[in-house]
């Protein structure tokens, strides 16, 4: 062992004094008295070195001859004193926090945890510690070697206004995926494969946000039902790809292979967006396994309550990382910066990102975290999107994140659900979630497309579901329905679950189509979520975490029958329609006011009569609305100095269940329309084309919506 140096952290494999190869093993435990460093062989016998050099609170050594594919863990010595808080336990093996790749899998046998997990006396059991060795059970660190060339490598560098996005779990879009080889499916090399990219380019969405990919673990309370952690919202390893999604190996291969991913999604024009678990970890509350970070330094890492047995849970998953300590504030910067520079990566979402944004205990929109995110110059140009709650107190901020972020819009996702089962009071709400949601974002520059729209997301009901059931069935996850939101806003129309009523099956098509159009014609910027545009259903179940079969997958039969054949033609028809048209991709705020002297309006509210809204028809209740779009009159200017102008649009939703009669508004407005979409129809092949004069009643059937385009 060499003294070595002490940035960067993690195990660097690089040349060293005299030129001789070896890697670099450096690594941050504040309180601790010593470290070893443990390296493994290929039959698991351990060497122990151990860390001699201390550097601002950073042990550190550089070890000659270990080279990439090196197995290691760290066994870090302190005192045992739970009731401060202090939890040093060095017969646990614990992983590097900046481990770039992880062996093994996660078991939970008793001697994982560093309290005796099975003592009679299980209201004080965490404060006796466990003395047996966990390394026989736990996975270990890889070192890797940096040598990708992402030279030929373009960025798609999408325009927030122009992007859609696309929700995918790498494991569960491929699974069942009949064009992608056997041994590859769930997978990385899966999803890079040609027929996964060609379903992504031809729907056209422009990025892809993958449900959780860094090196996870599953929960006692699931493996002892004989399940395992789908989502996968339980991070252990912030730097390393989830191993199990590799189809070429873990000694450090699936890091490769992730790069590879990452590179023909962006030749094909597809941003990768990970959805990123910073606010807690899979070592859970007092009572959970010892992993890493809480046998490195629990009172570093960690809020701890006022009792320092217990940890403040502001996640609900029973810890939160302490983002106000630097060490654990670089570690997360750390990491995104790898993601980014090394990984290819075009930006992250956040999982409850108000807990990342609290300082002492409140969130605070000038926390460290975001003020960090605010000004460093690699993290500040990517994509940023924020969870925008927790479960804490205070932690319900939708609308309140800085500038540079967009957010999670569930007020959307409430408020076109309830227009569309019946349930809104009035269209207030609704009008200003379809126009991008002003009430909400335009402050401090804020645009539009501060507002990611949706309707579903991986967490709730799919959509063919949300149409299907009232109630959630979630009998399959074990905690005997108890898990899962009661709040669905759904509407079965008429049937709880599958059905062989051909009226009641009609209807749940059209009312998916009626929410998947709302969603595409929205001002912000649309997420779809992989399988929704195939009828993809859970049976009912609302949250699928644990669900890593069939359930949870995507069915890739569903678009060769008829229904689902043709929702997914409509998807991509409106997202052809969307990239077309910059009055659907809108840069700024709609005014609402005339922009020239014949009284047009850059955007316009009608009731049914024809007739422009008055303050009292937004509050009255109806199941009726049209929404104007000029073209004529869209802000900013194109990368000539052009004005931007396009085709002017109406909508008209009809949430009612028998048909009404619309009047077309005339002049200004239009001498004609011409129709591009009626929800209704089942095939939109017969839809377009049919003209209708301004002035004209035409008659809008129940439950639909109808897309004309102004002619004139």
């Not at 030279?151 to 069942?176: C, L, N």
């Not at 190996?249 to 597809?270: D, N, S, Y």
């Not at 520079?341 to 807990?355: H, I, N, S, Y």
């Not at 898990?483 to 059905?499: I, M």
Request: hydrophobic fraction near 40%; charged fraction near 25%.
């Amino acid at each position: 062992m060499w003294p070595g140096a002490p940035t960067p952290l993690g195990a660097r494999f690089r040349a060293g004094p005299g030129g001789a190869s070896g890697t670099n093993f450096a690594l941050w435990a504040g309180g601790a008295e010593a470290v070893e460093l443990c390296l493994f062989d290929e039959d698991g016998t351990e060497t122990r070195l151990p860390l001699s050099e201390l550097t601002h609170e950073i042990w550190h050594g550089f070890v000659p001859g270990v080279r990439p594919g090196q197995r290691y863990g760290y066994r870090v010595h302190g005192r045992w004193d739970p009731w401060t808080g202090a939890r040093w336990n060095a017969a646990k093996l614990l992983l590097d926090p900046y481990a770039r790749a992880v062996d093994g899998d996660f078991r939970l046998p008793p001697e994982v945890y560093g309290h005796v997990r099975d003592w009679p006396e299980q209201q004080v059991a965490d404060t006796v510690r466990d003395t047996r060795d966990s390394a026989p059970f736990v996975p270990k660190g890889v070192v890797v070697h940096d040598d990708d060339d992402w030279s030929d490598d373009r960025r798609p560098k999408t325009p927030w206004a122009d992007s859609v996005i696309y929700e995918v779990h790498v494991r569960g879009f491929t699974m069942r995926h009949p064009g992608i080889p056997e041994e590859l499916r769930g997978t990385y090399a899966g999803l890079a494969h040609p027929a996964a990219i060609e379903h992504l380019v031809s729907l056209g969405v422009t990025a892809v946000e993958l449900l959780p990919v860094h090196q996870f673990a599953h929960e006692d309370h699931l493996l002892r039902r004989g399940l395992r952690n789908y989502w996968g919202y339980n991070s252990i390893g912030y730097f390393a790809p989830h191993a199990a999604y590799s189809a070429s190996g873990t000694a450090g291969q699936q890091v490769g292979e992730f790069k590879r991913m990452v590179k023909a999604l962006h030749a094909a024009g597809i941003e990768v967006v990970l959805d990123v678990v910073y606010n807690h970890t899979a070592e859970a509350s007092e009572l959970g396994p010892m992993l890493s970070l809480r046998g490195i330094d629990n009172r570093g890492y960690y809020r701890l309550a006022a009792d320092a047995r217990r940890y403040a849970d502001y996640t609900g998953c029973g810890n939160t990382l302490s983002v106000v300590q630097p060490h654990v504030l670089r570690l997360i910067t750390d990491s995104l910066r790898y993601w980014v520079t090394e990984m290819g990566v075009d930006g992250f979402r956040f999982d409850l990102a108000a807990a990342l944004a609290r300082s002492m205990h409140d969130v605070d929109m000038l926390s460290p975290f975001l003020a960090t995110i605010a000004q460093d110059p690699v993290l500040r140009r990517v994509k940023l999107i924020a969870e925008p709650w927790d479960v804490g107190n205070g932690g319900y901020q939708v609308g309140a994140f800085p500038p540079l972020w967009t957010e999670w819009n569930d007020r959307y996702r409430d408020a076109v659900r309830d227009f569309w089962r019946g349930a809104l009071p009035d269209v207030r709400d609704l009008g200003y979630r379809l126009s991008g949601s002003s009430d909400l974002y335009a402050w401090g520059g804020r645009r539009p497309y501060a507002s990611v729209n949706f309707i579903t997301a991986h967490d709730g009901f799919t959509l063919r579901d949300l149409v299907s059931y009232e109630a959630k069935h979630n009998e399959a996850n074990g905690e005997g329905n108890r898990d899962g939101t009661n709040d669905n806003r759904s509407w079965n129309c008429g049937a709880e679950g599958e059905t062989d009523d051909p009226a009641v099956n009609a209807l749940r098509r059209r009312q998916v189509r009626n929410l998947l159009t709302t969603l595409l014609l929205s001002t912000g910027v649309p997420m779809l979520v992989a399988g929704d545009e195939m009828g993809r259903t859970q049976g009912g179940n609302n949250n699928g975490y644990c669900q890593d079969n069939e359930l949870g997958w995507v069915d890739w039969s569903l678009p060769e029958r008829a229904g689902p054949r043709g929702l997914l033609d409509l998807t991509s028809r409106l997202l052809a329609l969307r990239h077309a048209h910059p009055v659907l991709r809108r840069r700024a705020f709609f005014s609402g006011r005339p922009q020239a002297a014949d009284g047009l309006r850059d955007l316009a509210w009608f009731t049914a009569a024809g007739a422009e809204m008055t303050e009292g028809d937004w509050y009255a209740r109806t199941a009726t609305i049209g929404m104007y779009l000029s073209g004529r009159d869209i802000p900013g200017r194109d990368a000539r100095g052009e004005p931007v102008t396009d085709d002017s649009f109406l909508a008209v939703l009809h949430a009612g269940a028998e048909p009404v009669d619309f009047r077309l508004p005339g002049a200004p407005w239009a001498e004609a329309y011409e129709l591009v979409v009626d929800t209704a129809r089942e095939d939109q092949a017969e839809a377009p084309g049919t003209v209708h004069p301004g002035g004209e009643v035409v008659e809008v059937p129940a439950r639909s919506v109808l897309l004309l385009r102004v002619r004139g």
